[in-house]
């Protein structure tokens, strides 16, 4: 694996943006691709997609559920929004 995407697959995805991990998913998926890629490389990148995956469903998660409050559909019992932080 270059030390490019071995950069990347060390850094926490909590710290990317949703379009960053985009990418990384990108850059992963087409080194999977490639020939000569060893099985544990391999899984190694799809360990981390995965994870980049997960991170990214809950993230799109939040601010949808953000949208529904700010839409009026997301209110508590008393009426008031919940505090969610995007």
Known sequence: ???VMNENLAEAP???SVEE???QLEGLIKRMEE???SLE???A???KGIRL????????DHVEKKVQMLR???QTPSGELEDLQV
């Not at 995956?53 to 799109?60: A, E, T």
């Open 14 to 16: 909590d710290q990317l």
């Open 21 to 23: 991990a985009f990418d």
């Open 72 to 74: 009026g559909e997301g």
């Open 1 to 3: 694996m270059d030390k």
């Open 35 to 37: 020939d000569g890629i």
């Open 45 to 47: 990148c799809y360990e």
């Open 53 to 60: 995956v997960r991170y990214c469903n809950d993230r799109i």
């Open 41 to 43: 490389e391999s899984f």
